[in-house]
């Protein structure tokens, strides 16, 4: 995969304070993701720092998704926000980067650790809709799980045995015209069941993943079991 097909995209800890003398670059490391995307902004905050970036982005939009590149700052609005709460899109053309965090953080949480893939999962066998899945997630300071290999629906599936449907971290674009992840990038065709998506009475915008393992777009307000990600993070020594 060739450097111009790549995304350089932020999840940023906002616990840093601005007292912290570390070198935020030396905490990020390569995420394998194929790009360019397009991803909605809340706002653009041009020649920052990355430190400002990410305390900026914290501090006005409760942000933890920055797209940081030649000095300018955007500060990511989920793939699900309303349109009058965006200001605008960006189109990425660098890598995809990740700060990483100590496993600790995920154990203490409940969640069960894919070394292999560096995150962490959990199965939550309550019933929700979509956006108050999405909120226990970010609580624990990640996001419903995205899909981008095989494998990550194999760990998925590993989490529960009953035949049951989960929300995950699927919706679709403001305009409507396709479904991608709350971290970037669409929902590959070859995860959907047969003649799905079909966005069946032009209201689903959601995504679950069925009985039998393939992935269905869905009413958000319907209430399902859910599976939360956080990726595999370094905790900063302030």
Request: charge should be negative.
């Given at each position: 995969?060739?450097?111009?097909?790549?995304?350089?995209?932020?999840?940023?800890?906002?616990?840093?304070?601005?007292s912290c003398t570390c070198t935020y670059e030396s905490y990020w490391r390569p995420f394998d993701y194929t790009g360019p995307v397009t991803l909605n902004y809340y706002r653009l905050i041009p020649t920052s720092g990355l430190g400002r970036c990410a305390r900026t982005c914290s501090s006005l939009y409760n942000s933890d998704q920055i797209y940081y590149q030649g000095g300018d700052c955007y500060c990511l609005a989920p793939v699900?926000?309303?349109?009058?709460?965006v200001s605008g899109t960006v189109t990425t053309n660098r890598e995809f980067w990740t700060i990483r965090q100590d496993v600790s953080y995920c154990t203490e949480?409940?969640?069960?650790?894919?070394?292999?893939?560096?995150y962490c999962l959990k199965y939550f066998s309550r019933n929700a809709t979509w956006y108050h899945a999405e909120s226990t997630c970010r609580q624990d300071g990640g996001h419903l799980v995205s899909l981008y290999?095989?494998?990550?629906?194999?760990n998925l599936r590993s989490l529960y045995?009953?035949?049951?449907?989960?929300f995950i971290g699927g919706h679709r674009t403001l305009d409507g015209t396709k479904l991608d992840w709350i971290t970037g990038g669409t929902v590959h065709k070859s995860f959907w069941g047969r003649g799905e998506p079909n966005n069946s009475g032009r209201g689903e915008r959601c995504v679950v993943v069925r009985e039998k393992g393939?992935?269905?777009?869905?009413l958000c307000r319907l209430r399902h079991h859910f599976i939360c990600q956080i990726l595999?993070?370094?905790r900063l020594s302030l």
């Open positions: 995969m060739s450097d111009s097909r790549r995304v350089l995209f932020h999840i940023l800890i906002f616990s840093i304070s601005i699900y926000e309303e349109s009058s709460l949480r409940g969640y069960t650790i894919f070394s292999d893939q560096r290999t095989q494998q990550d629906l194999t045995t009953d035949d049951t449907i989960v393939e992935l269905n777009d869905s595999e993070l370094f």
